[in-house]
């Protein structure tokens, strides 16, 4: 089937937006409905399916890279995106195509019927469909939200991951970590691996893992990293390279992951396959315009905290002058407040069409209230941003990056657009 006027993915996309009267609507029935008439229930290769606040993309990138390495196919289902929406499948590391994108889309659009679904269960559907039309070894599946009624949770995973828990989400998953963590605990089964990658739990997550009959490898407990030292739960230990700007817990998690799925990665395995390990929109840095830029997608208070700690490592004096967006229900005083200091300038765009953006003029009002004598100035596109920043700047700068996966894309959109040799990246 063909969907008149759809003759181009973007076309697609936007009809996607129109389907279902819910942008986010947790519940499972009517995706499972239509993933059996798809027949992709049950999976026909090994599943893994990652949840947890920070740290998901990271862990997938790594679990992926190791089986790689290995000779395996692997199938990689992420979320948001931030320059296109074909990142989020991925086949050993190469996005789908457009072609291959709306072919799924066609195929899920004539099973559907009558079934609504929103967009991200769409894209989910698609995600499984063409790893099982390329015949992947093993998909690996990022939670879009929570766990236990995401719709990545239709399959039963041969192996989960946990990665660290914080406060987000709270009005569809609850306002304390202890609640979040029983919703980020369902995407685990019985007698299957559940690899906990944070030993700072909520007291609800292990006893919940535990209650539904899961293998549980918790950080600490299970499986131990000191001084980059990875003990693995059978005692065997590993050297854990640095992968800049990765957590070395969601490192060690998917090689947990991995051994768990009797595909233990050797020494030399794990050498290779993080050697040229980066995940686009963490902590990336590059060289552009004379001026270093940092990009994180760090929109929490948890990641926040971590950029904060990475910039003041490597301040060296140096100015900084940070593009910040994020949505509007986000914990935009704690975020701001954790990153204030050493921040020269403050540059807001606006992204249209997008209504949960939290509005420049309010955040503008917010940073003048933390830190009254610093500028800001509000911009109503960010490619305005892109040039005030440059304006604002000097040679020799540091401009920082962060907030929305829309605000950090908009931003490494403008810098990929710079004539070549303009940019470096590191």
Known sequence: MVLAGAETLDAWLTHLETLHPQKIDLELTRVKTVAHRLGLLPARCRTVTVAGTNGKGSCVSALAVLLRQQGLSVGCYTSPHLLNFNERITFNGIAASDAEIMGAFAAIEERRETISLSYFEFATLAALFLFQEKGVAVQILEVGLGGRLDAVNILDADACVITSIGIDHTEWLGDTRDLIAIEKA???????????????????????????????????????????????????????????????????????????????????????????????????????????????????????????????????????????????????????????????????????????????????????????????????????????????????????????????????DCLQQLPTGQETYD
């Not at 230990?237 to 800049?244: D, E, G, K, N, T």
Request: with cysteine; net charge negative; charged share 20%.
């Open 186 to 412: 369902g995407v685990a089964r019985s007698g299957k691996p559940a690899v906990v990658a944070e030993s700072d739990l909520p007291s609800t997550l292990l006893p919940t893992l535990e209650a539904l009959g899961a293998d549980v490898a918790a950080l600490d407990r299970e499986w131990i990293i000191s001084e980059q030292i990875l003990t693995l739960p059978d005692g065997t230990q590993r050297l854990l390279p640095a992968v800049s700007a990765l957590q070395i817990s969601n490192l060690g998690a998917a090689v947990v992951a991995a051994t768990k799925l009797n595909l233990s990665p050797n020494q030399d395995c794990i050498d290779k396959a993080f050697q040229t390990l980066s995940v686009p929109g963490r902590q990336q840095q590059l060289t552009a315009l004379d001026r270093l830029w940092w990009l994180d997608v760090a929109h929490n208070r948890e990641s926040v905290a971590r950029l904060a700690i990475a910039l003041a490592d490597k301040s060296d004096g140096v100015q900084t002058h940070a593009i910040f967006g994020a949505m509007a229900d986000k914990p935009l005083h704690a975020m701001v407040e954790l990153i204030s200091e050493g921040i020269s300038s403050w540059h807001l765009p606006t992204h249209e069409g997008i209504a949960r953006a939290a509005a420049p003029a309010d955040l503008a009002q917010l940073i003048k209230r933390i830190s009254p004598k610093v500028t800001v100035q509000c911009y109503p596109t960010p490619e305005l941003a892109f040039n005030g920043i440059e304006n604002a700047s000097k040679p020799g700068d540091r401009i920082l990056v962060f907030g929305s996966f829309v605000t950090v894309g908009a931003q490494l």
